[in-house]
């Protein structure tokens, strides 16, 4: 059974520092794996979506990285803002492309000015 | 395009009554996906559709919740009778399978449940 864990569970910086944050699952047979943020009171936010084939995505100031074979995707943040204070939850999709999702708890981030 | 739309936002109700919350997925989108979540157990998966076929309902927590997709453009979540542990935001989310980029998922703003 397919497990994602997500550590640490938060996580506090000062502004402008680069962090990373991780995500690991114990079956590396995925589909693909996919990074969302959610603001508190508000739905899930897809950031990156990556393909099993691909080894990295980014948009903008993140990265996100993929080592099926290790099991571990990283959520890199460059010069971190206070508005990118929030959960952040990896997610991973099993049994091909009409599986399903199994997320992670996420990584409550707190960026203070 | 609006998104993944979810009615109602909030929801008040005394244990025993029915629930029926609702989704719109994004047009075009053939997988759609209930999600409950709570501080304990994080995101926690349902039931999910594809091309309105339940595929997999192994998350519905028993008999008591039900939930439909009648056509692609709406489904429905049920829980009758309803207890105060089924308080919690239950999300839907779409995505389209066999599109580019394949299987990205879109979450609605969630409906959030409180059982009195």
């Known amino acids: 059974k397919q497990e994602v864990t997500q550590i640490p569970a938060a996580l506090s910086v000062p502004e402008g520092e680069n962090l990373v944050l991780n995500c690991s699952f114990t079956d590396s047979a995925i589909y693909n794996l996919q990074w969302f943020r959610q603001d508190p009171g508000k739905g899930l936010t897809s950031l990156l979506l990556i393909q099993s084939s691909q080894r990295e995505q980014t948009s903008g100031r993140l990265n996100a990285s993929l080592d099926k074979s290790s099991g571990r995707s990283t959520l890199y943040i460059a010069a971190s803002q206070p508005g990118d204070s929030a959960t952040y939850l990896c997610?991973?999709?099993?049994?091909?492309?009409?599986?399903?999702?199994?997320f992670g708890k996420g990584t409550k981030l707190s960026v203070k000015p | 395009d609006a998104g993944v739309i979810q009615s109602p936002r909030h929801e008040v109700t005394e244990m025993g009554q029915e629930v029926t919350l609702r989704c719109k997925p994004i047009?075009?989108?053939?997988?759609l996906f209930w999600y409950r979540q709570t501080m304990m157990r994080g995101l926690e998966l349902l039931i999910y559709?594809?091309?309105?076929?339940?595929?997999?309902d192994s998350g519905m927590p028993e008999d008591r919740f039900s939930a439909k997709m009648p056509n692609a453009s709406f489904s429905t979540l049920k829980i009758q009778p309803s207890e105060p542990r089924d308080s919690a935001v239950y999300f839907c989310?779409?995505?389209?399978?066999?599109?580019?980029?394949?299987?990205?998922?879109?979450f609605g703003e969630g409906s959030r449940l409180t059982v009195l």
């Open positions: 997610a991973v999709r099993t049994g091909g492309s009409q599986g399903n999702l199994i």
């Open positions: 559709f594809n091309n309105n076929v339940p595929i997999d």
């Open positions: 047009s075009g989108h053939n997988s």
């Open positions: 989310a779409s995505s389209l399978v066999g599109g580019a980029p394949t299987g990205e998922l879109f």
